[in-house]
């Protein structure tokens, strides 16, 4: 089965300043989607960015991009310029590549990052 | 994207009695998913709701306690049964865009008291 883990429970930066939040995750597929979503305290998920395993090129959404290293199973992602309203829980999630009922999306445990101002 | 609507937002409730949440799409979808999210949790799933046929529940959740209905393509209810305090969650619903990745609704926060 399909794991996700976020080892950071939670995270700081100061505003302005770059942070990156760590997932790893494992599956014995070869294709597979990846996506972070935030959920602030209105408890809203919000779709952050999505990577395609079969792409190499690191996924980009303005300030927000991802390392993708499918060969170490790893998807990080990098907030640049953190502002206030980053602060949220982030979660990582995997989706398998077969649709239907297997379209759910596998989640992590989330980080929970603060921006100081 | 996909807007998704649930009701009620939130609702407390006595323990054993039952609660429907409703989920509304603004367009036609052929599955739907619906979480729970438990105090300080994760998103597990719950099921995975096709319109016009019985829904697939994961490993945990069981159709005596979480009934789902999806009688159309834009609409789906979750119905959490003779709650105990331990059902105390956000239920999300959520359905997937065309790039696989999932639209949420807002969630319903239950309290069983």
């Known amino acids: 089965a399909q794991t996700v883990t976020q080892s950071q429970p939670e995270m700081s930066v100061q505003e302005a300043e770059t942070v990156t939040l760590s997932c790893t995750y494992d599956t014995s597929e070869s294709d597979y989607y990846l996506f972070w979503y935030k959920q602030p305290p209105s408890r809203q998920m919000i779709l952050v960015i999505r990577q395609e395993a079969y792409k190499q090129q690191n996924a980009t959404e303005n300030r927000f991009s991802v390392n993708f290293q499918k060969a170490a199973k790893s998807f990080s992602l990098k907030i640049s310029d953190s502002q206030l309203g980053d602060a949220a829980m982030y979660f990582c999630?995997?989706?398998?590549?077969?649709?239907?009922?297997?379209?759910?999306?596998?989640f992590g445990k989330g980080t929970k990052l603060s921006v100081k101002p | 994207s996909a807007v998704i609507s649930q009701k009620p937002s939130r609702d407390i409730c006595q323990r054993g009695t039952s609660l429907t949440i409703q989920c509304q799409v603004d367009s036609q979808v052929t599955m739907m998913f619906w979480y729970r999210q438990q105090p300080g949790q994760s998103l597990t799933l719950i099921a995975t709701a096709n319109q016009g046929s019985e829904a697939t529940y994961e490993s945990g959740f069981v159709i005596d306690k979480f009934p789902i209905s999806r009688p159309n393509l834009t609409f789906s209810t979750l119905t959490v049964s003779n709650m105990s305090p331990e059902d105390s969650s956000i239920y999300l619903c959520?359905?997937?865009?065309?790039?696989?990745?999932?639209?949420f609704g807002p969630g319903t926060r239950l309290t069983v008291t």
């Open positions: 959520s359905v997937e865009g065309q790039r696989t990745e999932q639209y």
């Open positions: 999630a995997y989706r398998s590549p077969y649709g239907g009922s297997q379209g759910n999306l596998i």
